[in-house]
């Protein structure tokens, strides 16, 4: 505490002369004072955006997670595996992986490449406070701009996925119609005949 009063105290008496100061009831200037350099601004939104980045990511997986899920008829266990946005994405990618074996999923190789890329990136989660990382802004932004990249890329192989599942509806739908109405006409033609 008392090292903070030195430094508002050296702020208030660095003042321009002539500018006034109102002081506290305590003797604190009014004014408050940046004491981090300027590149301590840059470096919490590049934290910040690394930490958005991650929660985006985690959004992404729990969603690409239900969606094979459901499609695969299995219950919905990966639910309960929703965590704290700060907790780590393996045991996410862990259930993605075994949800990925058992649909039939088209771009298998894809997706099997973004969750390696993502349990990689997981372990920066852990690193992102120590030191060497956090003042590294070029690291910063290498780190956002990669999990921005695996969160698109996720985003895209699912709806990818749910479009060719609807278009495997669709297609399916328009078979069944057309035997049924196969069926039925044959059944027309058949009662036509015989009433003759």
């Known amino acids: 505490m008392a090292s903070s009063r030195r430094l508002v105290s050296a702020t208030s008496l660095a003042q321009a002369p002539g500018a006034s100061a109102s002081a506290g009831a305590d003797g604190f200037a009014a004014t408050i004072t940046t004491l981090r350099p300027a590149s301590g601004r840059e470096r919490a939104e590049l934290i910040r955006d690394v ?73 920066t989660r852990d690193a992102l406070f120590g030191d060497a990382f956090c003042l590294d802004t070029e690291a910063l932004r290498r780190t956002v701009a990669e999990l921005e990249r695996l969160d698109a890329a996720f985003v895209g192989l699912g709806v990818e996925h749910v479009l060719e599942q609807h278009a495997n509806a669709a297609e399916t739908r328009s078979r069944e119609a057309t035997a049924s109405h196969a069926v039925t006409g044959g059944v027309v033609t058949l009662a036509r005949e015989s009433a003759a």
């Open 51 to 123: 930490i958005d980045a991650f929660r985006r990511l985690r959004n992404s997986i729990e969603r690409f997670n239900r969606m094979l899920a459901h499609g695969s008829h299995g219950s919905h266990h990966g639910d309960g595996e929703a965590a704290q946005v700060g907790a780590s994405l393996q045991p996410l990618l862990a259930a993605l992986s075994r949800h990925v074996d058992l649909a039939r999923f088209a771009r298998q190789r894809e997706l099997k490449r973004a969750i390696r890329d993502a349990r990689r990136l997981d372990k």
